[in-house]
């Protein structure tokens, strides 16, 4: 107010022109302030705004976009417009959301009809071992692949859902085959008595008692360097819950036939199949096939190792 009033009296005796002047310049001065506070954001909103949102994106994910709609230039407006398309592209990532019902390390009935059904459509070229590893893993990708789903490899309630109304129930044959391959013909040995028979060639086990076979299941040998031994043996040993001492790794259901060389389950094979070897012992990949003969088999009952 004061400096108003003294530039009213240097008009007064500046006269009409010069006051003109001074009040034409006092209003720019005037428009330039008020215009400078709006004009800050709204020109520097190529330079400013176009900055923080670049920075600030990473880290506030969706927050920033709402300010980068507001500063919109056609270029700007541009980004937003991908940003919806990422969206959707997220919404599959809500299977894995999803419940997980079995994933690497499961196993039990439910892995077993899951490996059973992904055979009926072909995504699953073995036997059910209800050991859920890198097989089924792959086999689960496969199938969430070809049906549009999160390759999680894990079987969650989409992926199980989905795959339930593509493939019927398991029979008692696909869920328990005898073995993936037919049990080799019982050497002469096994003929007699309770007999662990095992053949190297068809890499089959069949529990036999006098003769009969009661059950088969695949196995798997040592390798040339860690060969397992051929001949006829006994079982002197069983141990449930074994670990090795040499190797440090489980080995359940274990039955020893000679030296440290066992029958027992290995997670190993049923995980990987044929691509590895044990060391020495002969390894089965069915849990439930391998607990039900440690039930059956006794101290002193025959092993026979041939070709």
Not at 18 to 39: E, F, P, W, Y
Not at 60 to 67: N, R
Not at 275 to 293: F, T
Request: charged fraction near 20%.
């Amino acid at each position: 107010m004061t400096g108003s009033s003294r530039t009213g009296r240097g008009r007064a005796h500046i006269g009409g022109r010069g006051a003109g002047a001074a009040s034409a310049v006092a209003v720019l001065a005037l428009v330039a302030v008020t215009a400078g506070c709006k004009a800050e954001p709204a020109g520097s909103a190529p330079a400013t705004p176009s900055a923080p949102p670049a920075s600030s994106s990473p880290t506030e994910d969706a927050k920033p976009g709402t300010d980068q709609t507001e500063s919109a230039t056609p270029s700007t407006s541009a980004k937003p417009s991908s940003t919806p398309k990422a969206t959707p592209k997220a919404t599959p990532s809500a299977d894995p959301q999803a419940k997980v019902l079995m994933a690497t390390g499961s196993q039990g009935k439910q892995v077993r009809e899951l490996q059973a059904r992904l055979r009926q459509i072909g995504h699953f070229d073995r036997s059910p071992t209800g050991y859920y590893g890198s097989v089924t893993v792959s086999a689960v990708q496969s199938f969430q692949g070809k049906r549009g789903l999160s390759r999680t490899g894990k079987t969650d309630t989409v992926t199980w859902q989905k795959l339930l109304g593509m493939t019927h129930a398991p029979t008692a044959a696909e869920l328990n085959p005898p073995t993936t391959r037919p049990a080799a013909k019982p050497d002469k040995r096994c003929l007699t008595g309770r007999v662990i028979c095992i053949s190297k060639n068809s890499r089959s086990l069949s529990w036999m008692i006098d003769g009969k076979v009661v059950s088969s299941m695949d196995v798997r040998f040592g390798s040339q360097y860690t060969p397992t031994r051929e001949g006829t043996f006994s079982v002197y040993w069983k141990s449930r819950h074994h670990v090795s001492s040499i190797y440090h790794t489980a080995m359940p259901y274990a039955m020893f036939f000679s030296g440290g060389q066992a029958v027992h389950y290995s997670s190993d094979f049923a995980a990987r199949g044929y691509n590895g070897a044990s060391h020495g012992c002969v390894n089965v990949r069915d849990e439930g096939k391998i607990a039900s003969l440690f039930a059956q088999v006794r101290n002193g009952d025959k092993v026979v190792i041939y070709k």
